[in-house]
């Protein structure tokens, strides 16, 4: 049985301290995971940019197959999300020159950086103080981007 959660009810659409905390657990479960595998340093993730190092590979690999293992399970035999009760739904993007650009992007910030956004975040909890300076550095390119774009709209339905 699937069904939508009303806006009103806090405690179905994700915002409820249940959700928040297995949100929290899972974040910690993340992280333990990052830094286990050492993709929360920097010089590992650079060693696998460069080729040098492929063990990355098989730490994303073995992830995301556990991953599409667990939401090939829970989508067939499970109705909604157990924490929020959304139905799951498939997301159908089209390839086009925003996923182009911002993969392009993405990919000079992380080369320059060293370090993907998640890992980031792991990388503090390692003591790496200095990817702070990356983690500043993506709220203001997200920001800026969110800002651009919002001008964008706004010129746009002016023009209208």
Do not use: H
Not at 58 to 69: K, P
Not at 125 to 149: K, T
């Amino acid at each position: 049985m699937t069904r939508e959660p009303p806006a009103s009810d806090p405690g179905k659409d994700g915002q409820g301290a249940l959700f928040n905390l297995v949100v929290l657990l899972g974040g910690g479960t993340f992280g333990v995971g990052l830094a286990v595998s050492g993709m929360a340093k920097p010089e590992v993730v650079l060693d696998f940019l460069q080729l040098d190092d492929l063990g990355l590979l098989f730490v994303m690999g073995g992830a995301a197959g556990v991953t599409m293992l667990v939401f090939a399970v829970a989508t067939r035999y499970l109705g909604s999300a157990p924490l929020t009760g959304r139905r799951y739904t498939k997301r159908v993007k089209s390839m086009d020159r925003n996923v182009l650009v911002g993969g392009a992007i993405f990919g000079v910030g992380w080369g320059v950086s060293g370090i993907c956004p998640g890992a980031a975040y792991a990388s503090v909890g390692l003591g790496n103080w200095p990817i702070l300076w990356a983690i500043l550095g993506m709220f203001v390119g997200a920001y800026a981007q969110a800002y651009w774009r919002s001008r964008g709209s706004a010129s746009a339905s002016a023009s209208d």
